[in-house]
């Protein structure tokens, strides 16, 4: 049996969790019940602010054996997949594309599973049930979002559209110290970011990385104040509210890590990351003030700092960001699968994602031919 319910809330914790991290998978923090809670009791993620939630769940003698975490959406903000062009083409055309049904994590442009089962074939059963409730909630598509790589293979076809885009991440080949992963780079790029590591010293500014108990409200005070200045400055309109963070920081502590920055004893820029078991997720940033190469501090290299010392097999540093490259960040694939209920529009965006997954295909070739790692490294 498939339905749908309104609220994570509606569907017990370790149910949720039991489908979303099982014990022998990896642990993605971003695609737990608590996230969910949070991002919608918050009032972030809710009818109001445009994020409707039509959580699809499917049952099997009674016990819970599939969750797709969808939401009906009335707008293409906060998706990091962007469809607006989209959106344009089909309402020019007199077609209606909202509202439109978004299988993700809200505002997180984080990979993880999306088709919350077991098995693949119960996986398939969820992909069918959301085309069923496409038509039932007369929404004009539906959207999976950065979703594994095996799950976009394995449904991708005439129904389901495949595209692909590119995030830089930072692999641990099994570094013992900064210095030790330093040694790896090409001697310009090690040079580099010696020099910007120092320039952040010398301006006097002190980093600390707090996680658990040593996150506290004050912090919290800080990075909303920095995340509220930084976002409103590069897109407009904030997504998350100061209430969203408080939550985070009581649910989810263990799994956070806040880098907060300081300079003469005030709280300047700060970075939010998620711990996983295998990963590091970095999600906002923000700060107060302008230094050369604090960004580059408190989001990467702070990040890498800390996955080295808890032996993270990566870090995500989030959408976009060609800079990253020179960072020891290279580039990875990520992966999307899109379901168009008018065949006209269907057809257009097939043969649209066509050419746009073989310019993704070169330009990830182009940028790992400017990888920042010695030429003798095999990575």
């Known amino acids: 049996m498939l339905k749908a319910v309104t609220s994570a809330l509606a569907i017990a914790r370790e149910d949720w969790d039991r489908l979303a991290n099982p014990p022998a998978a990896e642990f993605n923090p971003l695609v737990s019940h608590d996230f969910f809670r949070c991002v919608e009791e918050s009032g972030c993620a809710i009818a109001k602010t445009?994020?409707?939630?039509?959580?699809?769940?499917?049952?099997?003698?009674?016990?819970?054996?599939?969750?797709?975490?969808?939401?009906?959406?009335?707008?293409?903000?906060?998706?990091?997949?962007?469809?607006y062009g989209w959106a344009d083409a089909y309402e020019r055309a007199g077609g209606r594309y909202y509202p439109k049904l978004q299988v993700s994590v809200p505002f997180s442009p984080v990979t993880g599973p999306r088709l919350l089962a077991a098995t693949e074939e119960q996986r398939r059963e969820l992909a069918s049930g959301l085309i069923a409730m496409c038509t039932q909630e007369e929404a004009s598509?539906?959207?999976?979002?950065?979703?594994?790589?095996?799950?976009?293979?394995?449904?991708?076809?005439?129904?389901?559209?495949?595209?692909?885009?590119?995030?830089?991440?930072?692999?641990?080949?099994?570094?013992?110290?900064?210095?030790?992963?330093?040694?790896?780079l090409s001697s310009q790029k090690r040079k580099n970011i010696r020099k910007e590591r120092t320039s952040v010293a010398i301006a006097g500014i002190t980093m600390h990385a707090l996680t658990g108990e040593d996150i506290q409200e004050r912090h919290w005070d800080a990075f909303f104040e920095f995340y509220m200045?930084?976002?409103?400055?590069?897109?407009?309109?904030?997504?998350?509210?100061?209430?969203?963070?408080?939550?985070?920081?009581?649910?989810?502590?263990?799994?956070?890590?806040?880098?907060?920055?300081?300079?003469?004893g005030r709280m300047i820029a700060g970075a939010l990351n998620f711990i996983g078991s295998h990963a590091l997720y970095g999600r906002n940033w923000g700060a107060i003030e302008y230094h050369d190469n604090l960004h580059f501090e408190t989001c990467y290299y702070q990040a890498i700092d800390f996955a080295i010392a808890r032996k993270l097999a990566r870090v995500e540093a989030g959408a976009q960001g060609s800079h990253k490259l020179a960072r020891g960040y290279l580039p990875h694939k990520t992966y999307s699968l899109h379901y168009l209920a008018h065949p006209s529009l269907q057809r257009a965006v097939a043969n649209y994602l066509e050419a746009e997954r073989a310019g993704v295909d070169q330009q990830q070739q182009a940028l790992a031919a400017h990888s920042p790692f010695r030429q003798e490294q095999d990575f």
């Not at 769940?57 to 906060?78: A, F, N, T």
Request: charged share 20%; proline share 4%.
């Open 50 to 83: 445009g994020w409707m939630p039509r959580h699809l769940v499917m049952e099997h003698e009674g016990r819970l054996s599939g969750i797709v975490p969808c939401y009906r959406k009335r707008h293409s903000q906060g998706e990091y997949v962007f469809d």
């Open 141 to 184: 598509s539906v959207h999976i979002t950065f979703m594994p790589e095996s799950d976009w293979t394995a449904l991708g076809g005439p129904l389901w559209l495949q595209r692909t885009d590119i995030q830089f991440h930072w692999i641990n080949n099994g570094y013992s110290s900064f210095g030790d992963f330093l040694a790896s």
């Open 229 to 264: 200045d930084t976002s409103s400055r590069k897109w407009g309109s904030p997504y998350l509210n100061r209430r969203f963070f408080s939550m985070i920081g009581e649910a989810m502590n263990e799994n956070i890590l806040l880098v907060i920055a300081e300079r003469g």
